[in-house]
């Protein structure tokens, strides 16, 4: 049996996994350059190592309120320290996705990925490809090009 | 007032060239040195040497630099001395001309300046006078028959001497140039190059061809070459019988058919020398085509590429909106599509024709490491290995600063003292590894490494009171700003280490990545990767809605305050683009908030106005404040997610953070469009 090793981060209350091999390196996360006239999921442009790196907010993208909309105090603080950037490379394309926090690095053995159940793909719009449970903990593993609007290549 | 202007492009030509000569003679004068590391002479070099500075000598006092002059001089006079005893130059004088030169490479960067230079130092031509030219290199035997050796000048025998004490012989060859060797594309030129594969050409004299009856039948040249490709390939390459390549080592050749010009016995000068070689020079093209050209003249073609790109933008929308009136527009979309293209390729010709060779861009590498190892004590070793790689123009310029650090840092905190390497059975030499290659994605690779004692990373834990895991973390470290592990300024690093400004050129500047590997006892390497072109342009900055923008100065005719123009307020309240007319020297200007038009804010705090002129027509937009002028480095923006009508690419204004350039001619368009009804 094969395992991968995994990234996981959280966003709103649920856990999420990528292949370890998609991401470059965990950033954290202060702000991004907002670009005018880009998707509203788009948080916008940082700087990475010398990079551009375009960053989208799964928060937005997943349809969950805006991070900074929460109640402000020191646990929304807490928050913001906690927030990063996971980068990825796709192909030729560099990206960035803010999450909550991200952390755990994991190895998933490939059996454990199951089809998630129709509820969740109804509430994540079709972002997660696949659910695995491990140590009575589930992980949703999200589908990166669906994420990062690969259609945007052809539009 | 014409003749100033022709002055001033002539000194630009003798800045240009004076530092290429600089450059070359540099190079010639470090190669000599390698020979006496060797125990060889190297009489090609010197007499490279000699020609540069004569050259250089010939210029200055064309453009009336005598400082230039009075040392080109004294230097050519020792050089000369050395070529006629045969292409030795002692260390001295290799030390004294070094210092010479260099002296005239700072004099032609003051012409370049518009500085005047200063006047040559009295010490430093009384030391090239005085150096004993020839002293202790190393004698060379001659070789070849009394009847050949009366041909060659002394230089041309030391370096027939030396290469074949190299180990190769030495061969007579006679080439005739003719109707049908043309046709078949075989030239002086082509047996020139062919030969310079084969081995190395001596001399190459032209003389005449005379019939039985003493008419002249044309003309024919001897090459003498030392080679050790078999005379079968050498015949080959001349395209002629086996008989027109003779052995030149004994037996006497049987070759000299008509004697040349200087005739035998003559010790021709070494200016004549040089005038001869440069008739050959005439006759014979050279392989390769090159002028220069003024990198201003790049970017002003550039420029007008980039209107270009513009003009076509509009055709596309002039196509679209035929479209949409219901005209066929398929043969107009493919003529449209096939110009795309052809623009495409003419924007990657004039990136070409901006790049230089990486290798010419290193080549100070040397001198510096060459004085850098003297004036530490240490014995280092520079190996240079760009291959052959391109950079662009902007990029190498900004790049140099970098390199020079780094070799820099290598020499002064990382190559161990003689005793303490050998100690440790390393080499008492120690070498520093510049290379260079073309990665995926139009970026270099260059790394600098060194073979010296790596960095202590618990020291510098230690002083700089962090933790340090990785390589990365020491990277970090090392680069902030004025970080350094010594408490003692030295001469040639000072006290900062300089890493900080490593990284702001390779990373802000370049927009490159940095990193770092270091093995404690075996060595450091600095790994670079840089973008192979980047653009230039010189900007504004401004505020607009709580966040900083670029706009390149050459797409604005005009800022001024909102509060000094006349403004007629927008008729019809309501909708995105609410338009005004500014009233500026009697025109009428449209005027659009810029905050709208980004949908970022309602421009209520606009108080500058920014005038564009792009295809005719004048359109202003409203921003809040201006923040300044300066030149950046604009960086694509490819990724979809990020493209966006008006966002031209983005940049760093200093803070590490991405700021967007706007292209306000495409935001006019888009606006102005959307007014119409």
Known sequence: MTATLHVTFRVG??????????????????????????????????????RLVPVIDLRIRFGLPPADASAPGPPASQAAIDRRVVVLQLGTRVAGLVVDSAREVLKIEDTAFERPPEIVVHQTAGFVKAVATVAKRMYLLVDLPRILGEELDHG | MTERVDLQEFIGGFVVEAAELVTAANAALLEIEAGHAEGTSRPKAVRDVFRALHTIKGLAGMVGVEAIVDIAHGLETLIRTADRAGGQLSRAAVEVALQGVRAIGERVRAVSEQRTPAAAPPRLLEAIASTDATGDAPAVAPQVSAELDARLSPSERAQLANAVAAGAPAWMLSFAPSESNAARGVTIGSVRSRLATLGEIVKVAPRTVTGPSGAQLGIAFDILVVSSAPRETLADAIAASLESVAPVLAPPPPVAQAPLPAGPGAEPSTRELAERDDATADVVPIG???????????????????????????LEREIAAMADAGHDVRRLRQVADLQG???????????????????EVLEPLSLLVRSLARSSERAVRLELDARDTELDKAVADRLLPAMVHLVRNAVDHAIEPAAERRARGKPEAGTIRVACTEIAGNQLELVVSDDGRGIDRAAIARRSERTIDHDADLLDVLCGPGFSTRDVATRTSGRGLGMD???????????????????????????????????IVEVFAFACGRQAFVVPVSAIEEIFEIADAGITPPSAPGGRSQVSLLERRGRAIPMFSLGRELAIDDGAAARKAMVIRRGGEAVAFSVDRMLGRQEVVVRAIDDPLVQAPGIAGATDLGDGRPTLVLDLGELGLAARERQLP
């Not at chain 1, 202060?30 to 916008?44: E, I, K, L, M, Q």
């Not at chain 2, 370049?510 to 790994?527: D, I």
Request: no cysteine; charged share 25%.
């Open chain 1, 13 to 50: 209350n649920a856990t999420y996994a990528v292949a370890a091999s998609d991401v470059l390196h965990l950033e954290s996360y202060d702000t991004a350059t907002h670009v005018p006239g880009a998707p509203s999921y788009v948080a916008g442009l940082v700087q990475v190592r010398g």
């Open chain 2, 288 to 314: 390769r085509a090159v002028i220069r050209v003024e990198l201003s003249r790049l970017d002003e073609l550039q420029e007008q590429l980039s209107l270009l790109t513009v003009s076509r933008f509009r």
């Open chain 2, 341 to 359: 293209r052809q623009l495409r390729d003419l924007r990657r010709a004039i990136l070409r024709a901006r790049m230089v060779r990486v290798a």
């Open chain 2, 501 to 535: 400004i490593v990284r702001r050129i390779a990373v802000s500047d370049l927009g490159g990545e940095l990193r770092l590997a270091t093995t404690p006892g075996a060595g450091t390497s600095f790994t670079m990767r840089i973008p192979l072109t980047i653009s």
